[in-house]
């Protein structure tokens, strides 16, 4: 079956970094775009990136422009998000899905706080 199993969350202070790594299974995952979203406590899930299958589009939500980078093995079956600078308001849980939304892992908790 497809899975898509996240890592690399955690606690981080205001500013610091952190990369999420998402592995992927039970897909041809160089078919596939990829993204990650998010959501915090009270909001709604929101797109913070996405990247085509080859990795030649990549779109990203204007909040995270400047400061998150994703990116993608295709031989590893992994997509990444580096994430910089890190502020408060990118506390969320965040989950890696497959462009078309079919898939979906089970998220990583992201918390930025001093």
């Known amino acids: 079956q497809v899975q898509l199993v996240e890592s690399g969350g955690g606690l981080v202070q205001p500013g610091g970094s952190l990369r999420l790594s998402c592995a992927a299974s039970?897909?041809?995952?160089?078919?596939?775009?990829m993204g990650w979203h998010r959501q915090a406590p009270g909001k709604q899930r929101e797109l913070v990136a996405r990247?085509?299958?080859?990795?030649?589009?990549?779109k990203y939500a204007e909040s995270v422009k400047g400061r998150f980078t994703i990116s993608r093995d295709n031989a590893k079956s992994t997509v990444y998000l580096q994430m910089n600078s890190l502020k408060p308001e990118d506390t969320a849980v965040y989950y890696c899905?497959?462009?078309?939304?079919?898939?979906w892992g089970q998220g990583t908790q992201v918390t930025v706080s001093s």
């Open positions: 899905n497959t462009w078309d939304l079919t898939y």
């Open positions: 039970g897909i041809i995952f160089s078919r596939y775009g």
């Open positions: 990247i085509s299958n080859t990795g030649g589009t990549i």
